[in-house]
């Protein structure tokens, strides 16, 4: 079983800078691609970046491109969100997600284990 616990949200101001964090319990971290979801209250739950099992790969939603930077730390079983330039349109819970595959997936379907998320309010 693979627990998920994200940390780092909190409430900033548009142009501020935010780092998230994703420990991941079990050897199934360093098989696992992770992947950072979203979700702003009444909408559906979006992709913002994955990255693979090795660090390598990244992928991001085209409007966090340049702003965004996904990383992790395999030694310390942790996955990482860098986020700058926030916007109020970033505001949402940022969920981390994990799938054992050497591929990049970049739905919400594709993923299997699931952290609780953490608020990210950016106000302007």
């Known amino acids: 079983q693979v627990q998920l616990v994200e940390y780092g949200g909190g409430l900033v101001q548009a142009g501020d800078s935010l780092t998230l964090s994703c420990t991941a319990s079990g050897r199934a971290f360093r098989n696992a691609a992770m992947g950072w979801f979203r979700q702003a209250p009444g909408k559906e739950r979006e992709f913002v970046a994955a990255?693979?099992?090795?660090?390598?790969?990244?992928r991001y939603r085209d409007s966090v491109k340049g702003r965004f930077t996904i990383s992790r730390d395999n030694a310390g079983t942790t996955l990482y969100l860098q986020m700058n330039s926030l916007k109020r349109e970033d505001t949402a819970v940022y969920l981390c997600?994990?799938?054992?595959?050497?591929?990049?997936?970049?739905?919400?379907?594709?993923?299997?284990?699931w952290g609780q998320g953490t608020q990210v309010t950016v106000s302007s």
């Open positions: 997600a994990s799938k054992n595959t050497f591929l990049v997936p970049v739905t919400r379907g594709e993923y299997d284990y």
């Open positions: 990255i693979s099992w090795s660090g390598g790969s990244p």
